[in-house]
């Protein structure tokens, strides 16, 4: 890790807070991702992992506190301004176009990436470029055997890689996963792992994951959310030594 | 290989349209220009429901938007203005795609109910306020004008406005066919399964909705010019709900997951409207039959069960299927005789004819004639009539059901021909 102290992070929350009605799901979260880093966020179910994410993508603006991005300030920006500016997320539950091919799923954001968002005057299939990316996209995330079949008749971790695939095909620099690998097998995972390890090469990884092993063979650091705060930001070795984390989270499985 | 027999098929097809009209009578070739704009105005409908997913309840009001603008521009074609003849639907498109980018502004501001019954509101606005604008509309009279002519072209006669009104359904039908060919066009699709996606990878979903709009909204309405430039002229009611409801009926008969299936469901509609609204009062009924059909037997629509059986044409044994399908038919047939029988009878018994015949008889129920025979209301064989129709019908439906079901099934073909739908999300 070579993040010295002037380098600007690349996101970075600043005591931000979200409440729903009466019920405050994120209590002041401060957060620091720099750039390059692969960081892991761990808590126990409703600690408010996914809220965060929805707030740093868009989909929800923070009750209060400042989300900034590269420097500059995304809270309350719309979902298509920040992926504009360049982060792309994923969804804990697979958020696909079902009634599309495999290679159209990944197509509309090969396009946003050019943006050609609205092109209107020139067929599709002529485009060499977008049909080149897509394919090399679809190859990455080893789906070209089901290129042309419906995503919705992909099996579980077929769309789950599908869902990976779809993150990063806007271009984006900094990249949420929110539990990429929830719901797979020990061999899935660990392919999955091997890929996303591959295609956030260079990237900014920030991801929710509630596998200690996955955790540990892809992340830099951790930062644990307990309650709708962050108990603690560390290396995964560090985190699992932490007194506090192992009372809070990590004791029921540690023990 | 497909895509030349498709286009051999388009070209045989056009040639027929071009070729065909001139043997007809002038009341067909009336039919033909309303099947026509039936056809356009089903199209352009369908690119909200079917590809973009919203539902529009007030598609008369960019279909009568189309067709005033027309008659403006006419108008004012008749008081000098040099402008083409051929070209006055480009008013209408103007027109269309102005008041689309306000209203579907509005509208795709919410999905789903809110969407439809926000278009529905709009529609009505302009229903309700088009008698009151005297100026613009003509109050309840409506405008009126006449088809100026261009170069050599005299525009006088019906055929001459046929081949305008073909000349522009073609070329409109084409463009909304390549736009499903575009980037935007597969976004659309992108919209219709899953917007919130949409809107994470970069995209402002609802600026291409209203893009979406607007452009269904312009081919609306240069289908609504065509008929002023057929009718000359126009008036409020052609914001009426009946107007866009009628789209919409026309549409699922058609079936709105494939794209020629509107122009299917258009034209069956109109061409029937135009041989049996003359001979009966209770078409609306008849319509609203089919279409409750269609829904229940047949969802994805007439254009669903024939693309159903083109995909499965090779394993299907067609010699086979034949005669269950000849049975099918037959079957059909029968009830509907009963059900035409029943409910032209229940018009003519309550209908004011009838009470006058019945005061004449002093109260009693004096015969009726239908299908150029006399019935009794009170004789057994009146009602043995439709009723053997229907049971015979219906029994011998049943038993071609099961045959054809069980000849798609022994194909491995667990669907049955109406069943599947996903044929526009299929890769371009
Ligand atoms: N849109 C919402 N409206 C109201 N409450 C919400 C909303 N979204 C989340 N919550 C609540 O916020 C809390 C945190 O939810 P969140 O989904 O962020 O947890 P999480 O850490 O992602 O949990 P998990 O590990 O189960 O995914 C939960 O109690 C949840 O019910
Ligand atoms: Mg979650």
Known sequence: MNASTTEQAALRLAGVTKSFGPIEVLKGVNLDIRRGERHAVIGPNGAGKSTLFNLISGMFSPSAGEIALNGRSIAGLSPHLINRAGLSRSFQITNIFHRLSVFENLRIGILARHGMRYGLFRPIARMRQVNDETTEVLARVGLEARAHDLAGDLTYSEQRALEIGMTLTTGAEIILLDEPTAGMSREETAQAVDLIRTVTEGKTLLMVEHDMSVVFSLCDRVSVLVYGSILATDTPTGISANRAVQEAYLGEEAA | ????????????????????????????????????????????????????????????????????????????????????????????????????????????????????????????????????????????????????????????????????????????????????????????????????????????????KVIVFAISAMVTGIAGSLLAISNETANYSLFASAVSSQVVLQTFVGGATVFLGPVLGAAAFALFSFLVSDLTRSWVLYQGLIFVLVMLYAPSGIGGVVEHHIRNRKNLDWSRLAGPYLLALAGGLLIAAGVVFLTESASILFGEEYAMARQGANGGLPAYELFGLIWKPLSFVTWTVPAALLAGGGVVLMRARREIGAIWDSKGHGARPAAKSASMGGAA
């Not at chain 2, 209408?92 to 999905?111: C, D, H, N, W």
């Open chain 2, 1 to 208: 290989m497909t895509n030349m027999r498709n286009l051999i098929l388009g070209a045989v097809f056009l040639v027929l349209l071009i070729a065909v009209p001139p043997l007809l009578d002038l009341a067909w070739q009336n039919a033909l220009v309303n099947i026509l704009i039936a056809s356009l105005f089903a199209l352009a409908f369908n690119l909200l429901i079917g590809q973009a997913g919203l539902l529009s309840f007030g598609h008369a009001a960019y279909f009568g938007i189309g067709a005033f603008a027309a008659l403006h521009l006419m108008i004012a074609v008749e008081n000098g203005l040099p402008f083409p003849t051929p070209l006055l639907p480009l008013a209408g498109a103007a027109a269309g795609l102005t008041v689309g980018l306000i209203a579907g502004y509005f509208a795709t501001m919410r999905s789903g109910v809110y969407f439809a019954l926000v278009t529905l509101a709009i529609a009505e606005l302009f229903h309700s306020l088009a008698p009151r604008l005297e100026g613009m509309f003509g109050g309840e009279a409506g405008i009126a004008s006449m088809r100026m002519p261009w170069a050599s072209f005299t525009f006088g006669s019906m055929l001459s406005v046929y081949y305008l009104v073909l000349a522009w359904v073609v070329i409109c039908g084409l463009g909304l066919w390549a736009y499903t060919r575009t980037p935007f066009g597969r976004l659309t699709l992108a919209l219709r399964d899953n917007e919130q996606r949409v809107r994470f990878l970069g995209y402002n979903a609802h600026a291409s």
